[in-house]
């Protein structure tokens, strides 16, 4: 799982703000064998979100994409829809089951409008901001990564 960790934060990207959930992403990812090929942390800006989008996904190299950040109700939450404008698939069954799996902890959950999908051969989730949040995602969905990347990459043709 070769993987990039684009946090999506205003504070972050101008240096008032740890980004807290970033090394949380990378500590999993690398806890279930996968390899962190770039991390970083960007504004709240559509445009800047999508093009990191495009770039990351557009390289052979990279094969999972997580953001976090960006996924609730602000007006600046503008993260899936970013990714949706650069998705050509929908993988609507991660972002489900982050939520339903997250709701035993608080039914806040459910506001999460996180999405995920496919670009080329990479698989892009959408996390959210609360380094708490977000470990109990990749909790819920982690397990199911590896096989579906080995789909999206053709190394499984029989499911």
């Not at 999506?8 to 990812?29: E, L, Y």
């Not at 979100?49 to 495009?54: F, G, K, P």
């Not at 109990?136 to 990347?149: F, R």
Request: proline share 6%.
């Amino acid at each position: 799982m070769k993987t990039t960790i684009i946090t999506v934060s205003d504070k972050g990207a101008a240096g008032d703000r740890d980004d807290q959930s970033g090394p949380i992403i990378k500590k999993t990812v690398e806890e279930a064998g996968g390899e962190i090929i770039e991390s970083i942390i960007i504004p709240d800006e559509k445009e800047q979100i999508t093009s990191v989008l495009r770039e990351m996904s557009d390289n052979p190299e990279i094969e999972l994409i997580f953001t976090s950040g960006g996924t609730g109700f602000s007006p600046r939450d503008i993260t899936p829809e970013a990714t949706l404008e650069v998705i050509d698939r929908e993988v609507p069954g991660l972002p489900e089951k982050m939520r339903d799996d997250t709701s035993k902890y608080t039914e806040m959950s459910y506001l999460s409008r996180a999405r995920s999908g496919i670009r080329n051969q990479t698989l892009i989730i959408n996390l959210p901001g609360s380094p708490e949040a977000v470990e109990q995602c990749l909790e819920s969905i982690m397990n199911l990564i590896p096989h579906g990347l080995e789909i999206l990459l053709g190394q499984v043709t029989e499911h």
